[in-house]
């Protein structure tokens, strides 16, 4: 995600003072796998489009999707969002009968190996606990 921000930029002469607009690459908020996702995916003729739709109900718009078809669409953002360092929480649920849009939910994967702190013993337990709500 590009993001534009506002620098004062002063030179040796103080009355000389510019103003610039750079532009600053930053991450986009699902890109930090820092908290669970829903994935919608929408197919329309030979075109998907997909939104990542965070707890806050906040929507993330805009992800290039190079498939041509809707199950091709569904692995392609599977295998990123895996690298990227979320894992599936369930299958792929279509929300309409003839399967133009889907929907699956992703979480932060959990760091493996034995819980050695405080704060990985809060997270599984948490987990656990929408594990079981949910």
């Known amino acids: 995600m590009l993001v534009y921000t506002k620098h004062v930029c002063y030179t040796n002469n103080t009355k000389d003072i510019r103003e610039a607009t750079v532009a600053e690459q930053q991450p986009s908020r699902y890109e930090t796998a820092k908290e669970p996702i829903e994935v919608w995916l929408r197919q329309d003729n030979m075109k998907v489009d997909c939104w990542i739709v965070y707890e806050d109900e906040s929507t993330?718009?805009?992800?290039?999707?190079?498939?041509?078809?809707?199950?091709?669409?569904?692995?392609?953002?599977?295998?990123?969002?895996?690298?990227?360092g979320y894992e599936p929480v369930a299958r792929w649920h279509a929300e309409v009968e003839d399967g133009s849009e889907t929907v699956r939910q992703f979480r932060p994967k959990r760091p493996e190996g034995p819980i050695t702190t405080m704060g990985d013993l809060e997270e599984w337990i948490g987990t656990e606990r929408k594990k079981r709500e949910g």
């Open 60 to 84: 993330d718009v805009g992800l290039d999707i190079s498939s041509l078809s809707m199950r091709g669409a569904q692995r392609e953002i599977t295998g990123y969002l895996i690298a990227t």
